[in-house]
């Protein structure tokens, strides 16, 4: 008798060719490492040029920190987000880096807390630099709390506003907004006699003043150099998604 035919299972079918999920998650991605890394870097202040005084008012040297080289970066990539995705997604990403960077502040207190071995002779230096101060830590977070959320919310107000028109007004107004919230709190904060009882060390009057606007200052320079680089990203991560965006 013949055998009978062996049957096959259906293959599975095809997935059309290209990308199936966009680029959402690695725009997240860059987006936290940027935050993370500058974070670090914002623990120590840098002092450039020599001592100018207009008016009594020092004009130089220029106060900033080590977080000025790539957090104008973390706003560019916010507008990715908050353009591209809307404000539900770019605030989700926005939370996400904030429960990552308290994460990392309290993973720095616990392991300056244990016990060094015996043979390590870093630890000062280590606490020094990455160890936990609460005033720091508090102020960090606040204001990039607070200038994310008021730059992504501030560029979908003005996308409604405009009709997606003047992409440009959009970045550089939610900059404007968000970058000036965050270098306040964080300066007035982390360095503002008001904030001393959470530990850390205080500046003068005049230094802090000259921090946060050359900070403001400097931030958004960063953004409106950036800006035919923003427009670019904008529109590959857009291409790049398999469905349109709805903003939310």
């Known amino acids: 008798m013949p055998r009978p035919a062996a049957t096959e299972e259906p293959s599975p079918p095809r997935r059309p060719a290209g990308p199936a999920r966009g680029n959402y998650d690695l725009v997240v991605a860059l987006f936290v490492g940027l935050l993370l890394i500058s974070n670090i870097g914002a623990t120590k202040l840098i002092q450039l040029g020599p001592e100018v005084a207009v008016g009594g008012y020092p004009v130089l040297p220029v106060i900033t920190d080590g977080g000025a080289f790539l957090f104008p970066l973390t706003y560019v990539l916010g507008d990715v987000l908050a353009e591209v995705y809307g404000w539900r997604r770019a605030r989700r990403a926005i939370v996400v880096g904030f429960v990552l960077a308290a994460l990392m502040s309290l993973t720095f207190w616990v392991v300056a807390a244990m016990p060094p071995a015996s043979d ?46 003047r992409l440009w007004l959009r970045l550089l107004g939610s900059t404007v907004v968000g970058e000036l919230v965050d270098t306040v709190v964080f300066c007035t904060l982390a360095f503002g006699s008001p904030g001393s009882w959470l530990g850390g060390d205080s500046i003068p009057l005049e230094s802090l003043v000259n921090y946060v606007v050359t900070g403001f200052v400097y931030k958004v320079l960063v953004e409106v150099v950036l800006l035919p680089v923003t427009y670019l990203v904008i529109r590959a991560v857009r291409a790049r998604e398999p469905e349109p965006v709805e903003p939310g």
């Open 120 to 165: 390590w002779t870093l630890q000062q230096a280590w606490v020094s630099v990455l160890g936990f101060v609460p005033r720091i830590v508090v102020a960090s977070l606040c204001g990039y709390l607070a200038g994310q959320l008021l730059n992504a919310l501030v560029l979908v107000r003005l996308k409604r506003r405009t009709g997606g028109r």
